[in-house]
C-alpha cells in the first residue's frame, strides 16, 4: 500500500512568546499544496525503511518515518514492514515533507491494518514526532497555535490563484531560525489577518523568521524581491526557510530563478 504525502507553506508564521519548556509559541497558517513525497509499505522479513530520491541528511535509521512505524509496532503488534520513501519534497525548506511523511504513514498504518484509529488518536501520535506532524493527519488549512500542534479550522481556498515554489540550494537549519528570533506579541492574531482580502496580506502579513534568515542567506531575500517583480500578489519564506512561495494572478514563467533554484509551478 502506499500515500502520497504533500507538503505545506506557511501563510504568514508569528512567534508570539518564548515558553519555559525552551519552545516557542506561534501563530501561523498552514496550508497543503500539490507538491508530494511517495510512502509505501511492504510485508517483509524485518522492518527497514529504503529511501530514493532526494537525499536526506543523517543515518536511516533515524528516519522519521521509520520512528513512527516502530512506535505503532510496539502499541499493535505489527508485522514487519518494509517502508519506502520516494523523496521529492525539498529538504530543509520549511515545507514539512519529513512531517508529512510521518503523519501519512501512521494513516497508512492505520489503513492497512485496521486498527480503527480516531483521527485524535492519529494526531496524538503524530505530536510525538514533530510540533507540525499532527497538521497532516487531517491535512486541511488550518490557524495553528501553541507550539504549532494545536488547530482550529479556518476557511481560506486559493485555488483560484497560482503558487509558485523557489527552493534555493540553501540548507537552514530549525535549530538555527529558532536561536536568532526575536520574539514579539502581534497587535492582531494572524487568525483575523488571513481573511484580510489577498492585495492587504503584503503590508500585514509575516514570517518573523525572515529577518535573522535573510541577514544569513541574503539569497533568500533576493528571490522573495524577484517573486514580487515578477506580479506576485504575495510571497513569502515558508517556514523556518528556505523555500520562498508566492502567490500570482495567472500562470507564469520564472527562467531567470530556474538557473540557480528548484521551481515548482502550480502548486
Known amino acids: 500500500m ?48 529504503i529511501i530514493k530520491g532526494i537525499h536526506i541528511p543523517g543515518n536511516v535509521d533515524d528516519n522519521i518515518c521509520l520512528k513512527a512505524f516502530k512506535i505503532l509496532q510496539s502499541d499493535f503488534n505489527l508485522p514487519h514492514q518494509k517502508i519506502v520513501l520516494l523523496k521529492n519534497i525539498p529538504v530543509g525548506a520549511g ?36 510540533a507540525d506532524c499532527a497538521f497532516f493527519i487531517e491535512n486541511k488549512p ?27 540550494e540553501i540548507h537552514v537549519s530549525t535549530a538555527e531560525a529558532y536561536s536568532k528570533v526575536n520574539v ?6 494572524l487568525k483575523e489577518l488571513i481573511h484580510l482580502p489577498l492585495s492587504e496580506w503584503k503590508a500585514n502579513i509575516v514570517n518573523d523568521f525572515e529577518t535573522s534568515v535573510f541577514v544569513k542567506y541574503p539569497q533568500i531575500d533576493e528571490i522573495k524581491t524577484k517573486l514580487y517583480a515578477a506580479g506576485a500578489i504575495f510571497a513569502l519564506m515558508s517556514g523556518s526557510g528556505s523555500s520562498v512561495y508566492a502567490i500570482f ?19
Do not use: W
Not at 121 to 129: P, S
Not at 153 to 165: E, G, N, Q
Not at 184 to 189: L, R, W, Y
Open 142 to 168: 488550518a490557524f495553528a497555535f501553541a507550539k504549532g500542534d494545536e488547530f482550529a479550522d479556518i476557511k481560506i481556498d486559493l485555488s483560484a490563484y497560482y503558487i509558485v515554489l523557489v527552493k534555493p
Open 2 to 49: 502506499l500515500a502520497f504525502a504533500n507538503a505545506k507553506i506557511n501563510l504568514g508564521l508569528f512567534l508570539t512568546e518564548k515558553r519555559s519548556d525552551g519552545y516557542h509559541n506561534l501563530e501561523t497558517v498552514f496550508y497543503p499544496v500539490n507538491l508530494y513525497d511517495v510512502v509505501e509499505l511492504i510485508d517483509a522479513a524485518e522492518t527497514s525503511c
Open 249 to 267: 494572478e495567472k500562470a507564469v514563467k520564472l527562467p531567470e530563478l530556474e538557473k540557480d533554484n528548484m521551481v515548482f509551478y502550480g502548486l
Open 95 to 130: 515545507l514539512g515533507g519529513g512531517s508529512a511523511d510521518a503523519a501519512f504513514l501512521i494513516k497508512l498504518v492505520n489503513e492497512k491494518f485496521k486498527l480503527d484509529l480516531s483521527v485524535a488518536k492519529m494526531q496524538e501520535y503524530a505530536k510525538a514526532l514533530g
Open 184 to 189: 514579539k506579541h502581534p497587535s492582531t492574531s
